[in-house]
């Protein structure tokens, strides 16, 4: 196949009639398919509806120490629960915090509390002329939600496959004070699936920020969330290594199991240092009483261990793998060569992202909308939704069925070509 | 009996010989009893154990409208909990948001909120130079944690048998700008256990707030937690009231069901008019993605309708009222006519509140702990822990067993006896 910018134009006319006819035959069949968040599908919830049996009327709802989870007391999460998480984090328990049910949640409260009372005995943000957060692009929308909220300005700071370009990380927080975080998904990045080189964490370890109170968010959303038994990225820890670094209070590090057990009835958690941890308990000790024990001990019978929290995860893979192999395959097969279009191929997360040509991004959902295909917005993976060049694409492949899921990269393929094609003969 | 204050010195010392003689017996019983906080008893949840089993692997877990519970989606609670709770606290569900465990958590967020966005368009609170709350005084401890925590002046106001001294709320809320909230437990009160009478519901529906972002913080944390099916108090509607006298947004009614099934492991709900709810959820859609779907189904799928909570609620009382009676009987048969104390007889809540002798309840709590049973710290009751008659002591009689209530409250006014026995002396 050709690339579309060899074509001639009375070639690109001819496609564009054909393409044309296709997409009116698409329309017809009146799909009505989301491609647009990270949700489970069903069937990944149907595989672990025994979660919901590990806990009945029969059951001992104490902790190993004697605790009924059933009734008030323990802030910071049952011992077994900040375990649990700790394990799986690579962490000691006693840097865990186990919260409610959204990481989201904990990620939010953190940055109001910074705003109001500051940061270790730093002046609150909301006292400063100016807060900013380095944001490596493209994205999730939801962190960037959370900064622009507050006021906070973003500064797009550009993904590698070794993830966020760190000559400038460097440069930005090392020099201004006013940089006070950065927000990364560090594993299977949303929404381009890169996990951070071993060269990357231990530089964001090393960072000298020019600000006391600068803080990594390290929102470890997918920590466990692989395709692959075998061919898993791997993560360093990098509280250990902001310890070794002599850093051990750089770094806040986020996770849950919204996408392990059920989203919204999981479990949230903070790691960070015990001097991070001490300080936001005094908040913390005001705002809540405690989160849902029962909950969190209903995880840890379940899973038992991280091992077995892991095992679990291989059934998620299960499903999801062939959906996000779906995608690989009609985008290989339908563009490759044609060079309208690039994307990721993740071995774990929820996402694949898509660069098509600039321009064209807005255009490719509105017509996918237009059929039934509804995707993330276009602009949604960058800070205040403006993708500079309008060309990334967050795919999210794994809510529809693997049948629905083939009609909709179908779709998605040839709005991809249609966007192009009308672009190319503009510029033609 | 005498009065204390009318034994000549010489009866006072021979008393206190004897008291402190039954205090040492008393301490050689090694008690560990614990009446600080309003903590359901185990036979409570033993209780309602079948709770745990209404949602299992078996159960369908759609909304009525078909919405999955166990993946993302709805933010402000589904539809059938919105209405349950609505019911209960006699409101419509259009009225309601549910959120997660804890309304504690939901009133910080709310100050919070306030401070750094303001109050429907309002200036934010840190920007403002001075902000002041109302205290009805006694009144719940993690109510003042809150408003000191975020440096809101606050300012006692006396309850009375029908809630706050109204003359002064309208004094203050109607005069002055700076006072932008009045926190309220308006049935059972917490400590005394005092319903607010429908002149007061209405006195405070007729404010005429100075603030336009003045809100009442209405807490109904008791709303159907009577001890009595016959002899409930009752409770008019703030936010019907509020509306028939104009001022539609002027009250924030929260509730959860910590009380109702298991603590922490409940739902919580603010109650509202449209217009705060709607600019409430701007900033709860940044903040969270949702709450536990599972769990407010289980709420709904145990209890059905707001009569089936009330009905539960009758369980609860079945094991609280003995032990309330029996502090009454305690207090009555080794206090009446003493002159040392007087105290509430509630009909509903967790609480008893004790007034002793001026500067006599921190001694009194401090003999007690020396003793071995646990009370909440004297001036808890009071805005910076500062009770300015040193008088207010609450006992929350619901988390000892029955024998061990007897032994708690009987060492309780020995306390009381030997403090007020050592005033006495002091100012013979």
Request: charged share 25%; proline share 5%; hydrophobic share 40%.
């Amino acid at each position: 196949m050709k690339a579309y910018k060899d074509l001639s134009k009375e070639e690109l006319l001819t496609l564009q009639k054909q393409l044309n006819k296709e997409y009116e035959e698409a329309k017809a069949k009146e799909l009505k398919l989301d491609m647009s968040r990270g949700k489970p599908a069903a069937s990944q919830l149907d595989m672990e509806m025994d979660f919901m049996n590990v806990l009945n009327a029969d059951s001992i709802f104490k902790t190993e120490a004697g605790v009924d989870c059933r009734n008030y007391g323990i802030m910071d999460g049952i011992p077994e629960a900040r375990k649990l998480i700790g394990d799986v984090l690579g962490v000691s328990a006693d840097n865990v915090i186990v919260f409610g049910n959204a990481s989201l949640n904990i990620m939010y409260d953190t940055v109001a509390r910074s705003e109001i009372f500051g940061v270790m005995g730093e002046t609150p943000w909301c006292k400063l002329d100016k807060v900013k957060f380095l944001c490596p692009v493209p994205g999730y929308d939801r962190h960037f939600a959370i900064t622009e909220q507050f006021g906070i300005e973003m500064i797009n700071v550009p993904m590698t496959e070794d993830g966020p370009d760190m000559d400038m990380v460097e440069e930005l927080v090392n020099t201004d004070p006013a940089v006070k975080g950065i927000w990364c998904v560090p594993k299977y990045s949303n929404p381009q699936g890169y996990t951070y080189s071993d060269e990357t964490v231990k530089r964001f370890a090393a960072l000298k920020p020019a600000a006391k109170d600068f803080r990594i968010y390290w929102d470890n959303a997918y920590v466990i969330h692989d395709l692959y038994e075998e061919k898993k990225d791997t993560l360093l820890d990098i509280i250990s290594e902001c310890e070794k670094a002599g850093n051990p209070d750089m770094v806040y590090e986020f996770c849950s199991t919204s996408k392990v057990t059920f989203p919204g009835s999981g479990i949230a958690a903070l790691a960070a240092s015990k001097a991070n941890l001490d300080f936001i308990k005094k908040f913390m000790t005001i705002q809540t009483i405690g989160y849902d024990k029962v909950n969190q001990l209903r995880h840890v019978r379940y899973f038992k261990d991280a091992e077995g929290m892991k095992a679990h995860m291989m059934k998620h893979a299960a499903i999801l793998r062939p959906k996000f192999e779906a995608v690989f395959h009609v985008l290989e097969s339908e563009l490759n060569g044609l060079g309208i279009g690039s994307w990721t191929e993740p071995k774990g997360g929820y996402f694949i992202s898509f660069d098509a040509l600039e321009g064209c991004a807005k255009k490719i959902v509105e017509k996918c909308k237009e059929a039934g295909v509804v995707l993330t917005g276009a602009g949604a993976t960058y800070p205040y939704k403006k993708d500079p060049k309008d060309s990334n694409i967050r795919l999210a492949p794994s809510f529809p069925t693997p049948e629905e899921l083939a009609m909709a990269t179908d779709l998605f393929v040839l709005c991809v070509k249609i966007v192009s094609v009308e672009k190319l003969l503009k510029e033609a």
